[in-house]
């Protein structure tokens, strides 16, 4: 009884210790240890909130399991259009991809239109699609989660880091969006003309990260998301971030847990991406590469070119 108490007493410490040693500007953080389920970092991690287009993963999962012909051509329509926030879309109305194609524009480039053309094509329509999620919220012990269309528009989609990081773990059996969310880029041909779409997480295939699932989201409501399972210092990890005020600070906060798992503490690397902190994304994730290097490297190095300030992104 006493060593369990112990046990139990340690394991807060240790989560108090690194939420102190952590700086996080995500609302709610929950880092979970692959394998062990070792908790790693936990911020307001039971907290109900909303999810925004993290929920894509969950829609991904449906449309898989449903094991639909991936090669059925689409037709884009007008009721695949957001009339709740009005986001926009590079996915025209009238466009006619795969249902592979439309799940990778969902996934990668986090698309409305695409996660909404995945519900109303599916079996029995939105109505029926709405069944399938909530059958795969309780299959998956999601006690906490409500999901009420596929885009994550609605700020009545809501979870917690918990949930979320049991969504993670469930998605990240399924290849193909293993496979989607860690593409870096896709061109397809809308219209008769090649699109080149990106991917809406910039950790994704930049230097020294190994990012095996990823997601983000945003909406006013709920702030700047992600969830991604990495692998770091020989470690596997899913991280879960929720209402980040921005997505320099969401990039920060992934950076900083990344540091943690590695064990990477150096004053010159903490000072170098908390300096690129106060420029854009792809400055932080500049940083984060360089500080790989920092200790090895002479400080007689030149000055690496300006970063030009990222384009505003259409969806997240």
């Not at 969950?58 to 399991?65: I, S």
């Not at 006013?220 to 991604?228: N, V």
Request: glycine letters at 6%; a positive charge.
């Amino acid at each position: 009884m006493i060593k369990q108490f112990a046990a139990a007493l340690l394991l807060s410490c240790s989560a108090a210790c690194a939420i102190a040693a952590v700086p996080l500007g995500s609302q709610s953080v929950l880092v979970v240890e692959d394998g062990t389920g070792k908790v790693l970092l936990e911020k307001n991690a039971t907290d109900v909130v909303p999810i925004a287009s993290l929920t894509k993963l969950m829609t991904a999962m449906v449309v898989l399991d449903s094991k639909l012909d991936m090669n059925e051509q689409i037709l884009i329509d007008r009721q695949d259009v957001d009339t709740l926030k009005h986001s926009t879309s590079r996915v025209p109305v009238g466009a006619t991809l795969s249902r592979g194609e439309v799940l990778q524009l969902a996934l990668m480039s986090s698309d409305n239109r695409a996660a909404a053309s995945l519900a109303r094509t599916f079996p029995g329509g939105p109505t029926a699609f709405k069944a399938a999620v909530d059958r795969k919220i309780r299959a998956l012990g999601m006690t906490q989660t409500r999901i009420a269309e596929p885009t994550g528009l609605s700020p009545n989609n809501t979870s917690t880091a918990t949930d979320l990081v049991k969504m993670a773990t469930a998605a990240a059996a399924y290849p193909d969006i293993t496979r989607i969310t860690t593409d870096t880029r896709e061109v397809m041909n809308i219209k008769g003309r090649s699109v080149e779409y990106h991917n809406t997480n910039r950790l994704v295939g930049a230097k020294g990260w190994d990012i095996g699932l990823s997601k983000t989201g945003y909406t006013e409501e709920a702030g700047r998301c992600l969830i991604m399972k990495i692998k770091a210092a020989g470690k596997n990890a899913t991280m879960v971030l929720l209402n980040a005020r921005a997505n320099s600070a969401r990039i920060m906060d992934a950076l900083n847990i990344r540091r943690l798992i590695t064990g990477d503490d150096g004053r010159r690397s903490l000072a170098r991406v908390a300096r690129a902190g106060r420029s854009s994304p792809s400055s932080l994730i500049k940083a984060s590469a360089g500080s790989m290097k920092a200790s090895k490297q002479s400080n007689g190095r030149k000055k690496a070119a300006p970063t030009k300030k990222p384009r505003r992104r259409r969806a997240d």
